[in-house]
Every structure is written in structure tokens, then in C-alpha cells.
């Protein structure tokens, strides 16, 4: 089975903070997503990044960066982390190439910034 | 651009009820349409995908099929049990962005009560 994890449940920082999320996947996989979970607004695309070093905004990149330096490893970095981050952040992976478009996900990390 | 429009939530239904949760969708081209479930303190799971016009997908009693005439892929299910009770997320994959970029909607709660 595929297994995507992320380094924390639950996370609790400050504003102004730098904040690190970290997603491992164990299959392989060419393509890797972070997206975030808010109420009534469903999964909404930070980053994604389809081979290491490569990396792509989605729909709101905006105090968000990434980093792919391993196949393995995505990680995503609030520069200096706001109260509007408070959220749910949930990172996928995907195969890649045409064979499939199935996204395997990590059980979530819930961030709230004070 | 893509966007995916699920009938609004919460859902509360009984045990052996009937469900349906409506999703439509605006895409240019032919997408691959995914139903994700996300049971309480996890991620998400894929539940059933269907591929092209008048596919049905299914899986664990549920069921969809892709409507290319109405742009509609509804989710149904017989009969619902308690362990249901999760939100569910209608999703499109359009073939022809980056990586397989999915667009979700924004998720309906469904509480099946016994």
C-alpha cells in the first residue's frame, strides 16, 4: 500500500514564526501536493511538484514556499507564519506520467498560528 | 478555469436510507472525476473514479457515473451504515494540466444515524 506521512498531527507556533511541514512518500512517486483544508472552501492547491527541484504555484501560493531536494520529500515553509494559516494542510503524491491521475494522501497536520 | 459544485452538506441520514450527493462540474476537455471520502482524523481516501462519458465507478456500495451531458457525477449508495458518516469530495482531474492537478469541491458532511 501507499503510505504518505507527515511529520506532525498537530502543530501550535506563533505568528512570525518560520514553519516547516514535512510529507514522505514511500512508492516512487514523480508528482507531490500540498494543499489546505478549510470549512466550506474544500482542498485548495499551495504547491506541487511533479520531480525533484521541480516545483509548481497552485491556487494560493501566496506565504508559502517549497522545497523538493529528495524524490521522497516535500516540504512546505511558511515564511513567517499569519493567523489566516490557521488551517488543515494535507499533502498528496501521484504516480506521474499518464497512467494514472489517483492521489494518495497523508492524514493531515493541523496548524494553528497565534 | 475548472471548478467543481457539490450539493451543500450536512447530511443526516438515517441507517439503510437511500444517499445522494449531487456534484457538477465545468471543465474545458474531457477530465477523469474522482469521488474522495475523509473519514473523521484522517486524510483523504480515494472512493470510486470514473474516466470518460458513461463510465460508473464504484466501490464499498457506492456508486457514480459520469454524466458528460448533464456534467454531473453524483455519488449514490443503496443503503448507508453508520460507518459512513464522513465527508465526502467530488474532484476532476483535467488531462491536460501539469501533473494532474485535481480540482475538488467543497465537500459534503453526511452523518448517518443508527
Known amino acids: 500500500d501507499v503510505k504518505v506521512t507527515q511529520s506532525s498531527r498537530y502543530l501550535v507556533k506563533r505568528t512570525g514564526e518560520k514553519v516547516f511541514l514535512e510529507c514522505v512518500q514511500d512508492?516512487?512517486?514523480?508528482?507531490m501536493f500540498w494543499y489546505r483544508q478549510d470549512p466550506g472552501l474544500g482542498l485548495r492547491l499551495i504547491y506541487f511538484?511533479?520531480?525533484?527541484?521541480?516545483?509548481e504555484k497552485g491556487d494560493i501560493p501566496e506565504g508559502y514556499s517549497v522545497s523538493r531536494e529528495k524524490k521522497e520529500r516535500f516540504s512546505l515553509i511558511l515564511e513567517s507564519a499569519s493567523t489566516n494559516q490557521t488551517s488543515m494542510y494535507l499533502c498528496?503524491?501521484?504516480?506521474?506520467?499518464?497512467?494514472?491521475?489517483?492521489?494518495?494522501f497523508g492524514p493531515g497536520t493541523r496548524l494553528t498560528v497565534l | 478555469g475548472d471548478s467543481v459544485t457539490q450539493m451543500e452538506g450536512p447530511v443526516t441520514l438515517s441507517e439503510e436510507a437511500f444517499l445522494t450527493i449531487n456534484c457538477t462540474y465545468t471543465?474545458?476537455?474531457?477530465?477523469?472525476l474522482f469521488w474522495y471520502v475523509q473519514y473523521p482524523g484522517e486524510g483523504l481516501q480515494l472512493l470510486l473514479k470514473?474516466?470518460?462519458?458513461?463510465d460508473k465507478g464504484s466501490n464499498k456500495g457506492f456508486e457514480a457515473t459520469y454524466r458528460k451531458e448533464t456534467t454531473s457525477f453524483h455519488l449514490e449508495k443503496g443503503s448507508v451504515q453508520v460507518s459512513d458518516s464522513a465527508v465526502y469530495f467530488c474532484?476532476?482531474?483535467?488531462?491536460?494540466?501539469?501533473?494532474?492537478?485535481?480540482?475538488f469541491g467543497s465537500g459534503t458532511q453526511l452523518t448517518v444515524l443508527p
Open positions: 498528496a503524491s501521484s504516480l506521474g506520467g499518464l497512467s494514472t491521475d489517483t492521489q494518495y
Open positions: 512508492m516512487d512517486h514523480e508528482n
Open positions: 511538484s511533479y520531480d525533484v527541484k521541480m516545483k
Open positions: 471543465a474545458t476537455g474531457y477530465p477523469s
Open positions: 470514473a474516466t470518460k462519458a458513461d
Open positions: 474532484a476532476l482531474s483535467d488531462h491536460r494540466r501539469s501533473a494532474r492537478q485535481l480540482t
